[in-house]
């Protein structure tokens, strides 16, 4: 039991060391990667963050991976996430498959209780989410859109029809 505040596979220096260089290594890849990594974190985003903490632990801690291997893998872990993200860009089809699609949840202040079935939302779910939006009743919503990140967007009213124009 004494040893486990006291005892360290490496030297105290090499663990700050190790600590800062992954840290500094890690804000530039995600810089590098992108703004949207950081701002709008979707399913894939976050996805990678989970892998990049993993796989740059043992770097940091020198548990078994030297320094190199995890900044190896932090690397190859952000390229890929930014390919995914371009392949997203560029494809509709990879865009469905990887972020989903906005699913109108209430429309005309009308539930559309097959989207909240599909969602597996209930409507005291729907309820809460509309009130974060600052909307009390579902009759009040003209439009409600589930984003594919899982933010719910609301129109309160009709789009307005433009002015006839005048010729």
Same mark, same amino acid.
């Given at each position: 039991?004494?040893?486990?505040?006291?005892?360290?596979?490496?030297?105290?220096?090499?663990?700050?060391?190790?600590?800062?260089?992954?840290?500094?290594?890690?804000?530039?890849?995600?810089?590098?990667?992108?703004?949207?990594?950081?701002?709008?974190?979707?399913?894939?985003?976050?996805?990678?963050?989970?892998?990049?903490?993993?796989?740059? *632990?043992?770097?940091?801690?020198?548990?078994?991976?030297?320094? $190199?291997?995890?900044?190896? #893998?932090? @690397?190859? !872990?952000?390229? =890929?996430?930014?390919?995914?993200?371009?392949?997203?860009?560029?494809?509709?089809?990879?865009?469905?498959?990887?972020?989903?699609?906005?699913?109108?949840?209430?429309?005309?202040?009308?539930?559309?209780?097959?989207?909240?079935?599909?969602?597996?939302?209930?409507?005291?779910?729907?309820?809460?989410?509309?009130? *974060?939006?600052?909307?009390?009743?579902?009759?009040?919503?003209? $439009?409600?859109?589930?984003? #594919?990140? @899982?933010? !719910?967007?609301? =129109?309160?009213?009709?789009?307005?029809?433009?002015?006839?124009?005048?010729?």
């Amino acid at each position: 039991m004494s040893d486990l505040f006291t005892r360290l596979d490496v030297p105290p220096w090499e663990l700050i060391a190790r600590t800062v260089a992954i840290y500094f290594i890690l804000v530039v890849f995600l810089r590098v990667a992108g703004k949207r990594q950081m701002g709008q974190m979707g399913p894939t985003e976050f996805v990678t963050i989970l892998l990049l903490s993993n796989a740059v *632990q043992n770097a940091m801690t020198a548990g078994g991976n030297s320094l $190199l291997g995890g900044v190896i #893998s932090a @690397g190859i !872990l952000v390229l =890929a996430s930014w390919f995914l993200s371009w392949v997203t860009f560029k494809s509709p089809l990879m865009r469905t498959i990887f972020r989903g699609t906005p699913v109108v949840l209430v429309q005309k202040g009308q539930i559309i209780q097959s989207a909240l079935d599909r969602e597996l939302l209930t409507k005291g779910d729907l309820i809460k989410m509309l009130r *974060q939006q600052g909307v009390d009743r579902i009759e009040d919503a003209y $439009l409600a859109v589930l984003d #594919s990140e @899982g933010s !719910l967007s609301v =129109a309160r009213q009709p789009p307005e029809e433009p002015p006839p124009s005048a010729t």
